[in-house]
């Protein structure tokens, strides 16, 4: 298949082809089914599998617009929405959307969110009131993704990682995470705090500060932050991510109420 999904991206006559097209469907049914994903962690490190990328984006070009409906909503697209949510266990609460391709493992819930095509929910994980997924982002297990919530998509260029929230992690509400940031196996994020490729995260639990960009490391405490930074016109204070300490018992009880939401089955 990945042979197939390269020849066609090189070459997009071959896309009326009927082995290409079958390649393509058979790609999004198993990000639909979590059997392959966009990334995935070997080791400690994450590799990302830019043919799969290639697949979703030639998928929109092979599907024809069509009217769906749920219910009384009605929706026009080019790409199906999720079914078998009962016999996946999984929760989803009107007006939630997942579209056909993104993974919604055991045990998540969506309270009205968003999830789209490629993106990777792990199991135990909600996604609260608001809170969107973007294609191809890869959520770990026992994630709470607070009330409006943003995790960025990404497909082009294919290269490109997307968001990574490990295990464990607690995004606080309204916080945004985009650009192929990754996040920490049990990190809090607090409300508000926007993490970005080039955002400044800096830790300053230490004498001397110690700066990251893109990376937050596991158990972290994050809190909106600013810093000054000179301009021709003067000073001025510029946004940034703090890390004011580890996640700890008293950090774990603040964020025990995920576990009463989370009661499913």
């Not at 830019?50 to 080019?78: C, H, N």
């Not at 009107?94 to 391709?101: D, K, L, S, T």
């Not at 982002?137 to 490109?160: C, D, T």
Request: net charge negative; with cysteine.
């Amino acid at each position: 298949m990945q042979q197939t999904i390269d020849r066609a991206w090189d070459d997009r006559t071959l896309i009326d082809n009927a082995t290409t097209q079958e390649a393509i469907r058979t790609v999004i049914d198993m990000l639909d089914k979590g059997a392959l994903r966009v990334a995935e962690p070997i080791g400690d490190e994450w590799r990302v599998n830019e043919w799969v990328k290639k697949a979703v984006l030639l998928y929109f070009s092979i599907q024809d617009m069509q009217t769906l409906e749920a219910g009384p909503m009605e929706y026009r697209d080019k790409l199906p929405l999720k079914h078998e949510h009962a016999q996946n266990a999984v929760r989803i609460v009107p007006p939630a959307v997942a579209r056909y391709g993104a993974y919604l493992a055991p045990g998540v819930i969506m309270m009205p969110s968003y999830v789209n095509i490629g993106a990777y929910v792990d199991s135990g994980t909600m996604v609260d009131t608001w809170a969107t997924v973007g294609s191809c982002a890869q959520v770990g297990k026992n994630v709470h993704l607070s009330g409006g919530v943003g995790i960025g998509g990404v497909l082009e260029p294919v290269q490109a990682a997307p968001v990574i929230i490990e295990d464990d992690c607690f995004i606080g509400s309204r916080s945004i995470v985009v650009e192929g940031a990754h996040i920490g196996r049990e990190a809090v994020i607090g409300a508000g705090t926007t993490i970005t490729a080039s955002t400044k995260i800096i830790d300053v639990t230490q004498t001397e500060p110690k700066e990251y960009r893109g990376y937050v490391p596991p158990r972290s405490v994050v809190i909106p932050g600013s810093y000054t930074r000179h301009y021709p016109s003067g000073d001025y204070n510029v946004n940034c991510a703090l890390i004011i300490g580890q996640r700890k018992d008293s950090t774990n009880k603040k964020t025990s109420l995920n576990e009463a939401l989370r009661l499913f089955n």
